[in-house]
């Protein structure tokens, strides 16, 4: 439960959004005093407006703090309804730039919060916890906010909002990453080592592969899965038969 808190905290900002407290365009007040507010860590603070940035409620500036979005959760705000293939498909042309921009700009202290998370990732057990979903997001908004370019940063946000918030894309995602988490795990880590290494060309060839990787879990998972309903619907219709024609 300690790995969720952040979410409950994420609501209660939002409801003092919706109430004016925060109006948009306004700073939140520091993590220091954010956390004194709602009686919890910093860390936990800290997790919750990277998940208020991801869904478009807030924008954070380096060194300058956190502010509240003009619009957020308006009728433009609204997602397209897309499937999973299609958002991975754009995810994997944006994140593979933001990749190479990253590795362009990569500095040691970029790297070493990159490798706390992959380390964060390869002790997760898969047992059907969010707490692994929580930690990718934070590697992709952290290499797209090392991007340097706040463009590919905010539609890698809403790119994540779809990923999220979406019912259908969220289901398919889901299956994939708690069945192959140590792929992902691994895939992670290859990303991480070339932008180490401060190669954009590698970095986005780890990306791409990444997300083809991907790609195909996930249709191997869609295809599962419309076998098994097939299977499903003929076990119902046997039964259903088999009553109808006893003697």
Request: proline share 4%.
């Amino acid at each position: 439960m300690k790995s969720r808190l952040y979410k409950s905290i994420v609501s209660e900002i939002l409801t003092l959004i919706d109430e004016g407290i925060f109006p948009p365009g306004s700073r939140l007040p520091g993590e220091r005093e954010l956390a004194e507010r709602f009686d919890v860590s910093r860390v936990t603070i800290r997790e919750a407006e990277i998940a208020l940035e991801a869904l478009g409620h807030i924008v954070i500036k380096t060194g300058s703090g956190a502010y509240v979005q003009r619009g957020a959760g308006s009728p433009s705000d609204a997602l397209p309804n897309v499937t999973a293939f299609e958002l991975t498909a754009a995810r994997a042309v944006i994140e593979a730039e933001a990749a190479a921009l990253a590795a362009a700009n990569m500095t040691d202290e970029g790297i070493a919060h990159l490798d706390g998370l992959i380390e964060a990732m390869s002790s997760v057990v898969p047992n059907g916890s969010d707490e692994g979903d929580d930690i990718d997001r934070q590697f992709h908004l952290s290499i797209a906010r090392m991007s340097g370019n706040p463009v590919i940063e905010f539609n890698v946000q809403q790119l994540w909002r779809i990923r999220n918030e979406l019912p259908q894309v969220q289901k398919v995602y889901s299956s994939v990453c708690v069945t192959d988490a140590k792929a992902r795990t691994d895939e992670h880590a290859s990303i991480c080592a070339a932008l180490r290494d401060r190669d954009p060309a590698a970095a986005r060839l780890a990306m791409r592969e990444h997300f083809h990787r991907l790609f195909e879990a996930m249709l191997v998972a869609t295809e599962n899965r419309a076998v098994e309903e097939v299977k499903r619907k003929i076990g119902e219709d046997r039964q259903r038969f088999l009553v109808t024609t006893q003697i």
